[in-house]
C-alpha cells in the first residue's frame, strides 16, 4: 500500500503542479473557485424550491436525471475504445518501476478522484446548501454520499477494466460491445424527446438506481432497493476490475502529453490542432496570402481568415450553430417559447469566443516571437484578430438567426442586438485576458483557469445587454424601445471593445518569451 | 569593419530568482560574424532576447544601429533579422505565404518580397515546399524557413540563436557559405553556439559569457593572449581555461527566496 500512496502522491504533485508553481495559478484558481460559487448558490435554491413543490413532482425528474448521468457515463465509455491512456512521463518512469498494474491503477483512480472534486467543487458545495436548506436527515446525506462514490467507482473500474481490454485485445470486438453498452445505456434517453416506451425509471441501470438515491434522499426518504442495486453493479464491476488489473497492459499502454484542469503545457490542445490541420489544409489551401495586399491590416485580416479556415476554427463554429439549428427546430416543433432557444443562443453565442480565442492563443503562443520582433505596431495584429474573430462570432450566428425568424415570424431585433453584443465584448474581453497571460512571466498560469476568468470578466461586461435582454423579454417592449435599447447596447459594446482593444495591444507589449 | 552595430553596457536582467546577467558588455562590429559563447545557463539567450525586444532589461543600455532601444522600441527592429533557438513559426502557413507574412510586417514592398522569396527558396533548398503547410516540414527545414524568414527584409544584422541545430551537414555548409557572403556585403552575423569549432573557424570575434557577464571578447589572436595559452590551442582549450578561471562567487548574490510551495507531501 505504500508504493500505492507513494505514486498517488507523485501524480498529484504532477497534476497540480502549476499551482505549486506560481501564486498567479493559485490566484486563478481562487477566482474559479469563487465565481463558482454564485453558480453553486444558484443551482442549489432553484433545486431547493423544485424540491420543496413536491415528491410527486420529484418522480418526474428521475428520467431526467439519469439520462443525464447516463450521457457522461457514456463520455466514460468512449474513451475506452483507444486503449489504456498513460501520461508521458509515466512511460517513462513510471511503469518502468517495479509497480505492478493493479498498484499503478489504484493510484490512478485516488488521483482522478481528487482532481473531480478539485474541478467540480461546485457540486458539493450545491448539494450542502441543498441539504441544510432542505434539513435533510444525517441518513439521507450519508446515502447520498455513498451513492455517488460508488457510482464513482463503478465508472472508473467500468473504464479501466474496458480500456485494459482494448489495449491488449486487437480486433473490432470489444468495441462492438462497447459501442453495445453505449446505445443500449443511451436508448432511454430518447425517450425524453419522442415517442418511446423505454423510460430509465423502469430499467434496473445504474444510473437510474444513483438518480433515484439522489432524488429520494433529497425528500427525505430512504432509497434502500436502489442504493442496494447500486452496490450490486459496484460489486460486480469490482470483480471485473480485479481480474483485469491482474492483466500486465503496461506493454500496450498509450502515451499521452499530461492532461489536467491545471495544466499549463496545451500540448493536448496543440495535438488536436495538428490533426485539424492535416484535415483542413486541403480545403484551406485554394485560398492564399499574396504580398500585394495595401494596407497591413487588411493583409493581417486575411492572414487570421487562412489560420481559421486551416486550424478547424471556422468549421467548429459552424458546426456548433448547426447543432444548435437542429436543437432549436426540434424544440420549436414541439411548441418551445421563444426564450428557451434565445437563451440555448444565449450560451452557445457567450461560449463561441472563449473556445476562438483558445483555438488562437494553442495555435500562435509559441509563434508569438515574429509579429514581437518585426518592429510593426502592436495596434494593428490585435485589431486584425479582433475584427476576424467579431466577424466569425456574430455573422454564423446572424445568418442562423435571419433564417430562423423569418421562418418563424418572429422580431429579429433583440436576437441580433444579443448576438453582436456577444461577440463584440466576448471576443475583444477573452483576448485582453489571455495576452495578459502571455509570456514567461505567467508560464505557470493553468490555462483552463485562465478560459475561466476570461469568461468571467465577460460575463460582467455583458450585464447590460442580459439586461436589456430580460426585459425585452419580460415586458414585451414596443418595436420603437427596443430599438432605443438597441442602440444604446450596440454603443456600449463599440465602446467596450475599442477600450479593450487598445488594452490589449498596450498588454501585448510588455510580453515577455 | 567599421564602427559598433550592436553596444550592451552593464546589462542586468534577473528572473525566476536567478541573476542571468550581471553587468554584461559586448560591443558588435559592422561587417563581421560575431560569436556568443558559454556553458548553459551563461545568458547567451537572455542577451539575445533583449536584444530583439521580448525580454526587458533591468538595468542598462542596449543600442543597436545607434537606436537606445528602450526610448525607440520599434524603429531598431528593421534592422535585425532574428532566428530563435527553438524554432516555432504558424504551421498553418505554406512557405511561400509565411516567407510573405515575415516580409509585410516589417514593411517590405510587395515585389521586393517576391524577389526575396525566390531567391532564399533557392538558396536553403525550399523550392520544392514552397506550397507545403509548414506543418508538414521536417525541424531543419522550419529552422531554414526561419532563416530565410529573417533575411527576406535583407537586414544589417542577423540575430541567431544556435542557428546549426537540427540543419544537416550540407545545409550547415550553405548556411555558413550564405554568412559568408553577407558579410562580404557588409552586413553583420550575430550567432550564439555551442559549437566551438565552428565558433572557431565562422567567426571573426568570439565573447565568452558566464554566470551572465562577459569574462574574455576579441579574435583567436587575443583570446589566446587573455588565455595565456599557446599559439596553436583551439577555442575549446581557451574557452575551457578561461571559464575554470571564472569560477568565483557572484558578485551580488540573488536573494535566497523559499520555493512557493502549496503542498508538501513526502519526508523533505
Known amino acids: 500500500m505504500g508504493l500505492v500512496i507513494d505514486l498517488f502522491k507523485m501524480k498529484i504533485k504532477v497534476l497540480f503542479g502549476s499551482l505549486r508553481a506560481s501564486k498567479t495559478s493559485l490566484l486563478l484558481f481562487l477566482v474559479y473557485f469563487l465565481g463558482m460559487l454564485p453558480a453553486a448558490i444558484g443551482l442549489s435554491m432553484s433545486a431547493v424550491e423544485l424540491l420543496q413543490r413536491g415528491v410527486e413532482f420529484l418522480s418526474a425528474y428521475v428520467d431526467t436525471l439519469a439520462a443525464i448521468i447516463s450521457g457522461f457515463m457514456a463520455l466514460a465509455l468512449i474513451s475506452t475504445y483507444t486503449g489504456f491512456k498513460v501520461f508521458e512521463y509515466e512511460q517513462g518512469f513510471v511503469l518502468t518501476a517495479p509497480i505492478n498494474p493493479r498498484q499503478y491503477l489504484l493510484a490512478d483512480l485516488l488521483s482522478d478522484m481528487v482532481v473531480l472534486i478539485f474541478f467540480f467543487n461546485m457540486v458539493p458545495i450545491s448539494l450542502m446548501i441543498v441539504a441544510i436548506r432542505l434539513a435533510l436527515s444525517i441518513t439521507s446525506i450519508l446515502v447520498m454520499f455513498f451513492s455517488f462514490l460508488l457510482f464513482v467507482f463503478f465508472v472508473g473500474f467500468l473504464k479501466y477494466s474496458l480500456s485494459i481490454y482494448a489495449s491488449i485485445y486487437e480486433g473490432i470486438g470489444l468495441k462492438i460491445v462497447t459501442s453495445a453498452v453505449i446505445v443500449v445505456l443511451l436508448l432511454p434517453a430518447a425517450g425524453l424527446f419522442a415517442p418511446l416506451s423505454i423510460r430509465y425509471g423502469e430499467l434496473p441501470y445504474p444510473t437510474t438506481f444513483l438518480a433515484r438515491c439522489i432524488l429520494e434522499s433529497l425528500s427525505n426518504r430512504l432509497c434502500i432497493g436502489s442504493f442496494l442495486g447500486l452496490g450490486l453493479h459496484f460489486m460486480a464491476l469490482l470483480a471485473i476490475f480485479l481480474a483485469s488489473s491482474r492483466r500486465n497492459f503496461f506493454p500496450f499502454a498509450n502515451p499521452i502529453p499530461l492532461m489536467s484542469p491545471f495544466d499549463t503545457s496545451m500540448r493536448m490542445q496543440s495535438i488536436k490542432v495538428g490533426k485539424s490541420m492535416k484535415t483542413f489544409s486541403h480545403i484551406g489551401l485554394r485560398m492564399t496570402l499574396n504580398p500585394d495586399s495595401k494596407s497591413l491590416l487588411r493583409f493581417l485580416m486575411k492572414k487570421e481568415f487562412l489560420r481559421m479556415v486551416r486550424d478547424g476554427s471556422l468549421f467548429t463554429t459552424l458546426l456548433m450553430y448547426t447543432i444548435l439549428s437542429f436543437i432549436v427546430m426540434f424544440s420549436t416543433e414541439r411548441g418551445a417559447p421563444t426564450p428557451i432557444w434565445l437563451s440555448i443562443l444565449m450560451v452557445y453565442s457567450f461560449m463561441v469566443p472563449s473556445m476562438l480565442i483558445n483555438l488562437w492563443r494553442v495555435v500562435e503562443m509559441d509563434s508569438l516571437w515574429m509579429p514581437l520582433t518585426s518592429g510593426m505596431s502592436l495596434d494593428n495584429l490585435v485589431k486584425a484578430i479582433l475584427y476576424d474573430l467579431v466577424m466569425i462570432a456574430f455573422a454564423i450566428p446572424a445568418a442562423f438567426i435571419a433564417a430562423f425568424t423569418i421562418f418563424n415570424r418572429i422580431d429579429p431585433l433583440m436576437p441580433l442586438v444579443l448576438v453582436f453584443s456577444v461577440s463584440m465584448i466576448g471576443c475583444s474581453a477573452n483576448l485582453y485576458v489571455v495576452t495578459r497571460f502571455l509570456g514567461r512571466k505567467h508560464r505557470a498560469a493553468p490555462w483552463m483557469m485562465i478560459s475561466w476568468a476570461s469568461l468571467l470578466l465577460t460575463a460582467l461586461l455583458l450585464t447590460p445587454t442580459y439586461i436589456f435582454s430580460g426585459l425585452s423579454l419580460l415586458w414585451n417592449f414596443s418595436l420603437q424601445l427596443n430599438a432605443v435599447l438597441s442602440t444604446f447596447i450596440i454603443a456600449y459594446s463599440i465602446l467596450v471593445f475599442i477600450y479593450l482593444s487598445k488594452a490589449t495591444a498596450k498588454a501585448a507589449l510588455s510580453i515577455e518569451i | ?268
Request: aromatic fraction near 8%; hydrophobic fraction near 40%.
Open chain 2, 1 to 268: 569593419m567599421s564602427g559598433a552595430i550592436v553596444q550592451l553596457m552593464n546589462v542586468w536582467k534577473a528572473y525566476d530568482g536567478v541573476q542571468a546577467l550581471q553587468g554584461l558588455d559586448l560591443e558588435i562590429l559592422r561587417g563581421e560574424i560575431f560569436g556568443l559563447i558559454g556553458p548553459n545557463g551563461a545568458g547567451k539567450t537572455t542577451a539575445i532576447k533583449i536584444i530583439v525586444g521580448i525580454l526587458k532589461m533591468d538595468k542598462g543600455i542596449v543600442r543597436v544601429g545607434g537606436h537606445n532601444i528602450t526610448d525607440n522600441p520599434y524603429e531598431y527592429k528593421r534592422l535585425i533579422g532574428y532566428v530563435p533557438e527553438v524554432v516555432s513559426l504558424p504551421d498553418y502557413l505554406t512557405v511561400e505565404e509565411f516567407l510573405t507574412y515575415s516580409g509585410k510586417i516589417r514593411g517590405v514592398p510587395s515585389s521586393m518580397i517576391r524577389e526575396q522569396t525566390d531567391f532564399y527558396l533557392k538558396a536553403f533548398e525550399l523550392e520544392e515546399k514552397r506550397k507545403t503547410m509548414i506543418f508538414f516540414l521536417s525541424r531543419g527545414m522550419k529552422q531554414k524557413a526561419a532563416m530565410a524568414s529573417a533575411l527576406i527584409h535583407d537586414p544589417d544584422i542577423l540575430i541567431l540563436d544556435e542557428p546549426f541545430i537540427g540543419i544537416d551537414p550540407a545545409g550547415q555548409y550553405k548556411v555558413k557559405e550564405l554568412f559568408n557572403e553577407r558579410v562580404r556585403a557588409g552586413k553583420t552575423i550575430f550567432i550564439s553556439t555551442h559549437m566551438l569549432d565552428t565558433a572557431e573557424r565562422l567567426c571573426n570575434r568570439v565573447a565568452i559569457i558566464y554566470r551572465g557577464r562577459g569574462i574574455a571578447s576579441g579574435n583567436m589572436e587575443n583570446l589566446r593572449r587573455l588565455s595565456k595559452t599557446g599559439e596553436n590551442t583551439t577555442l575549446e582549450e581557451v574557452f575551457l581555461k578561461l571559464t575554470q578561471e571564472a569560477v568565483q562567487p557572484y558578485p551580488e548574490e540573488p536573494p535566497k527566496k523559499r520555493p512557493f510551495s502549496l503542498f508538501r507531501f513526502g519526508g523533505r
